[in-house]
């Protein structure tokens, strides 16, 4: 696959995806202080910062109506942002400098949930994948395909020599149930988000989980540049209180409580286990602070910098444009100083 077939396949299956979302009937248009936030996928704990803050009622004190809804990807949570249905969604930061830069899409990183990818290479003890090299000539599951783990995967195998054409990509549920694929021959690894790793390594103890590192801002929050500009006030109060939220878990020396809290306001998958979910969020806050508390949901200006050298020196974006010109700060430094 070529950088522009990935990148015309991302923005066009983005496209599909959001307006056969629209045709079902998506939220009403946004009034005064409500705030619409879309997950790339259903809820689970690696989107625990928003769900927490709407369960804990911190945006609430900043007087925002939180309308959270669980997207079906990636690259469909940016484009129902673009299309005006949400004011803010969640991607991959690969993937959304990929739409910024190569298909001009006006969106702009507004925070840094995650400032390493939260996501896993998952395969088994009897035919492990210990580096991307082991990659080519495997079945490669994830769950979009075009989407932010198809990125990233990408640029890892790019990044190591390898062409992404070497390996099979194939859409699978991002749970930890996707590696009886694995057991059962039909793929050599699939990609998974923290919480699928966590709860397939509780479940069995054949799984060998490498992370996906590839130097690019993990998981970023997006909104339309002019409507940032415009209502500075509301995104800043989104972001104070998923900070607080944020937060809190990562400090936290009992999670227990917030567990509870999150299950009682959303329907979050794998909280039956609570051994297994404290672990699973502990894990995803350990990404949110790992540049450091006082860079929590910050932009890093290095990292940036870093990203767009990388993406360029791959050959995935055209041109050399400028980092500073694909994030803001702003919001944040008016929501924490």
């Known amino acids: 696959m070529t950088r522009s077939q990935f990148n015309r396949r991302t923005f066009l299956g983005a496209s599909a995806a959001g307006m056969a979302y629209l045709s079902a009937g998506g939220p009403a248009a946004a009034q005064d202080r409500t705030f619409r936030f879309i997950t790339p996928f259903s809820f689970s ?106 990125g990233t995967l990408d640029l890892l195998m790019l990044s190591g020599g390898a062409s992404p054409d070497t390996v099979e990509k194939v859409k699978v549920a991002d749970t930890a149930a996707s590696f009886a694929l694995i057991e059962a021959g039909r793929a050599g690894a699939f990609i998974g988000n923290t919480s699928s790793m966590i709860k397939a390594k509780a479940a069995r103890d054949n799984v060998v989980a490498i992370p996906m590192d590839d130097g690019m801002p993990g998981q970023v929050y997006v909104g339309r540049p002019d409507d940032v500009e415009a209502n500075v006030d509301k995104y800043a109060a989104f972001l104070k209180g998923t900070h607080r939220a944020a937060l809190e878990i990562a400090q936290s020396d009992d999670l227990e409580p917030i567990l509870k809290a999150i299950g009682d306001a959303h329907s979050v998958r794998g909280l039956d286990d609570v051994e297994v979910a404290k672990l699973d969020l502990a894990t995803n806050a350990q990404n949110w602070v790992a540049k450091g508390e006082e860079n929590l949901l910050r932009n890093i200006p290095e990292v940036w910098e870093n990203a767009v050298n990388l993406l360029g020196s791959a050959g995935m974006i055209e041109g050399n444009p400028d980092p500073k010109s694909l994030y803001t700060n702003a919001a944040l430094d008016k929501a924490i100083g």
């Open 45 to 150: 704990l690696s989107f625990a910062s928003v769900l927490y803050g709407d369960a804990a009622g911190y945006y609430a004190d900043e007087g925002l109506d939180m309308q959270i809804q669980a997207g079906k990807g990636a690259a469909m949570a940016a484009q129902m942002v673009l299309a005006d249905q949400m004011d803010s969604g969640r991607t991959g930061g690969t993937n959304y400098i990929l739409s910024r830069v190569n298909n001009g899409a006006p969106l702009i990183s507004i925070a840094t949930i995650a400032q390493l990818s939260p996501f896993f290479l998952i395969s088994s003890t009897e035919n492990p994948v210990n580096a991307v090299t082991d990659l080519p000539g495997r079945t490669v599951g994830m769950a979009s395909l075009g989407g932010s783990m198809e």
